[in-house]
């Protein structure tokens, strides 16, 4: 079974503060994904990584960053959290096509963090 | 710009009865996701519709693929309480884009 974990399920931090996700993957999948998720919106990409150290923007990676120094890990940053980045952050990984998967692309999702950023 | 539209957005339903959700996706693509994401929890794979005329089914629920009309359904069947949820299709160009989901409660 694949897995993908995240460092928190709850987080509560201040305006200002550097907020750091943690998420790590056990199924040497190559890429990697942050979504924010918010109620109307859905789910919107914020980065992925499609290898190690290297990292593509989403949709809306603005006051975001991220860290992929190893495979398994994918991490995100937010420099100086915002009271409009509280939100469900979920974390995602999948193999590639070439990587003999049935289901390239299928993405498998972490439990979630739920951000506050009071 | 790959879009995707899932309707209805909100669906509430008694029990017993049967219901379809759409999802239309603008671009081509052979490759189509259904997700399940129950209340605080995350996302948990239900369905992966691979070719035009894919059909897949679990239990209650089942998913098509017609790739010429750039639609997929996902039919509920008798549906009980355990089906409540909120329920995504996504649609893959290297990457996934995903509808904004489908609230359906199920009441008794």
């Known amino acids: 079974d694949v897995k993908v974990t995240q460092s928190s399920r709850y987080l509560v931090k201040r305006t200002g503060e550097k907020v750091f996700l943690e998420c790590v993957q056990d199924?040497?999948?190559?890429?990697m994904f942050w979504y924010r998720q918010d109620p109307g919106l859905g789910l919107r990409l914020i980065y992925f990584?499609?290898?190690?150290?290297?990292?593509e923007k989403g949709d809306i990676p603005e006051g975001y960053s991220v860290s992929r120094e190893k495979k398994e890990r994918f991490s995100l940053i937010l420099e100086s959290a915002s009271t409009n980045q509280t939100s469900m952050y979920l974390c995602?990984?999948?193999?590639?096509?070439?990587?003999?998967?049935?289901?390239?692309?299928?993405?498998?999702f972490g439990p979630g963090t739920r951000l506050t950023v009071t | 710009e790959l879009k995707v539209e899932q309707n209805p957005l909100f669906l509430s339903m008694q029990e017993g009865k049967n219901y379809t959700i759409y999802c239309n996706y603008s671009t081509t693509s052979d490759r189509l996701y259904w997700y399940r994401q129950d209340p605080g929890k995350s996302l948990e794979s239900l369905f992966v519709?691979?070719?035009?005329?894919a059909v897949k089914q679990e239990g209650r629920l089942m998913a098509s693929l017609d790739t010429k009309a750039r639609l997929s359904t996902l039919h509920i069947t008798a549906a009980v309480h355990d089906l409540s949820a909120t329920y995504f299709c996504?649609?893959?160009?290297?990457?996934?884009?995903f509808g904004k989901g489908t609230k359906l409660t199920v009441n008794p």
């Open positions: 199924m040497d999948h190559e890429n």
């Open positions: 995602a990984s999948s193999p590639t096509g070439t990587s003999g998967s049935l289901h390239p692309y299928e993405q498998y």
């Open positions: 996504a649609v893959t160009l290297q990457k996934l884009v």
């Open positions: 990584s499609y290898d190690v150290k290297m990292k």
């Open positions: 519709l691979l070719s035009n005329g």
